[in-house]
């Protein structure tokens, strides 16, 4: 089977000139559960926006599972919830759902099936004809992440999911995130957590000035930082510490 995600040679650069992606490189095998960590303005962002074709690249390539990534198949083989809550703020929760389903070319009443057990896995079911305004900000993230699961993705994105979210939401989402790939779907999560990189993800991708600096599991690169946990390892590797 080929990779949910293979990228080679990706290099952005924005209009200003700002080079935001380096001739970067990853692979995300099939059925995994990737982090991508780094600091604020390492690139995640604009790789995740080349990837579901939310910018342009400057050149590279990019396929989800094998398929080119601007075209069609691959487009409906990804679900993203972008690190802002961008919900449309005069669509009620279910609508949310049902308009995105439609966008994917879901089937009228698949599409209605599908919201009903969107809504009921994240709770939102009490919620379903009320606008994004008046929902919680806990409901909101719950309601990024339905979205994006609506139309069955096999790479689920997730970037920066838990941020700015309480304690006791962050562990339901980690749960829900946790059966999402216990079911075989592909996951690459960002996050400025450790803990949660550390508890979810199999295989974690640093990354600083648009290049991947390092690969490894979190015990991996504990191991190869010579730290005690992986927020030590992780700022030895930004700082520029070599790995043993
Ligand atoms: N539209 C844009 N125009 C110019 N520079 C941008 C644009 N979007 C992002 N950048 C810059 O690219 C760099 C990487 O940003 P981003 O991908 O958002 O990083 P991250 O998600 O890792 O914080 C940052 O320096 C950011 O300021
Ligand atoms: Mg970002």
């Not at 994917?104 to 919620?127: I, N, Q």
């Not at 949660?196 to 290049?211: K, N, P, Q, S």
Request: with cysteine; glycine share 10%; aromatic share 6%.
């Amino acid at each position: 089977m080929p990779p949910a995600l293979r990228i080679r040679g990706l290099t952005k650069r924005y209009e200003d000139g700002f080079l935001a992606l380096a001739d970067l490189d990853l692979d995300v095998g099939a059925g995994r559960f990737v982090g991508l960590l780094g600091p604020n303005g390492a690139g995640k962002t604009s790789l995740i926006s080349a990837v579901c074709n939310i910018i342009r690249v400057t050149s590279g390539e990019i396929a989800i599972f094998g398929e080119p990534h601007h075209s069609l198949a691959a487009r409906r083989m990804v679900g993203l919830a972008e690190q802002d809550v961008n919900l449309d703020r005069f669509l009620d929760v279910e609508e949310t759902l049902l308009y995105h389903g439609g966008y994917f070319g879901m089937r009228r009443a698949h599409a209605r099936t599908r919201a009903g057990e969107m809504m009921d896995v994240f709770d939102l079911r009490a919620k379903a004809g009320v606008r994004a305004p008046k929902l919680s900000g806990g409901m909101r993230r719950r309601l990024l992440l339905a979205r994006a699961l609506m139309h069955e993705p096999r790479l689920v994105i997730l970037d920066e999911p838990t941020a700015g979210v309480d304690f006791e939401l962050r562990v339901e989402l980690w749960a829900y995130i946790r059966r999402l790939h216990d079911s075989g779907t592909t996951v690459l999560l960002t996050t400025h957590y450790l803990e949660e990189a550390d508890e979810l993800c199999e295989d974690i991708v640093l990354v600083r000035g648009g290049r991947v600096i390092g690969r490894d599991t979190a015990e991996g690169l504990r191991a190869a930082y010579g730290a005690t946990s992986l927020a030590d390892a992780y700022v030895r590797a930004m700082a520029g510490v070599p790995p043993r």
